[in-house]
């Protein structure tokens, strides 16, 4: 990976390389927005298929309705995720994973099988932890 100096950006020269450790690279916040609390559990969920908002808010346990709004719209910001209106009274919004959104979530699905098949280990470091 190629670090860039902190003035070029990557539409003053595409063959510019993303480095997520730079400083003023773009990913960054992209990582940011996709590996936040709620970024991570509203891909994992799309990743079952569309949803609606309200269902979404009911499948991501604890989140609000103002989180999950402005979750959706970073990740579809960042491309990850489609909003569509369907013309209907009261008008349906339904959210997907587009292409890369898919990708991303079946990565972070990966990582979230991990953690729960091994959710004895890390309890058990966890206490062991806070008992020293």
Sequence with gaps: MTTRPPEQSYADDPTLEADVFARNCLSRPVLQDVASRWGVLALAALREGPYRFSALRRRVDG???RMLSQTLQLL???GMVNRE???SIPP???YTLT???AQVAD???GLIEILEANITTITAAQDAYHRT
Aim: glycine share 6%; proline share 0%.
């Design 76 to 78: 579809e910001r960042d």
């Design 99 to 101: 292409a890369l959104g």
């Design 92 to 94: 349906v919004v339904e």
């Design 85 to 87: 209106v369907q013309q």
């Design 63 to 65: 989140i609000s309705e």
């Design 107 to 109: 990565q972070l699905v």
